[in-house]
Nanobody, 127 residues
Framework: QVHLAESGGDSAQAGGSLTLSCATGGLRLNSYAVAWFRQAPGKEREGVAA????????FYADSVKGRFTISREHAQNTIVLQMNDLKPEDSGMYYC????????????????????WGQGTRVTVAS
């Protein structure tokens, strides 16, 4: 059974950095696409970063390009989101998602493409 567990959410000042981790279990990452989504209160969940885990090809929302980095830690089967130069608008619940890359296809930044989700971790950025 696929299991995803996020950690690393915290409060930070604008301009600061946070590192989120998504521990994965029950899946072979080489066959999956993985993504980070976030949801602010009253807003829809939006894709932040995604990766075809086997080839480690990353994709980013325009709002985070140059500031966020998605990566894979092979030894721990963990997907990491490094967030630098944080802004207040980066605040929200951050969720890790995964599904077979063949199913995700081009919709890697869209919620409907993913079957498996973690419970989320909260990020709060103060101005």
């Amino acid at each position: 059974q696929v299991h995803l567990a996020e950690s690393g959410g915290d409060s930070a000042q604008a301009g600061g950095s946070l590192t989120l981790s998504c521990a994965t279990g029950g899946l072979r990452l080489n066959s999956y696409a993985v993504a980070w989504f976030r949801q602010a209160p009253g807003k829809e969940r939006e894709g932040v970063a995604a990766m075809y885990a086997g080839a480690e090809i990353p994709f980013y929302a325009d709002s985070v390009k140059g500031r966020f980095t998605i990566s894979r830690e092979h030894a721990q089967n963990t997907i990491v989101l490094q967030m630098n130069d944080l802004k207040p608008e980066d605040s929200g619940m951050y969720y890790c998602a995964a599904d077979f890359w063949s199913r995700v296809g081009r919709d890697k930044m869209l919620t409907h493409a993913y079957t498996h989700w973690g419970q989320g971790t909260r990020v709060t950025v103060a101005s």
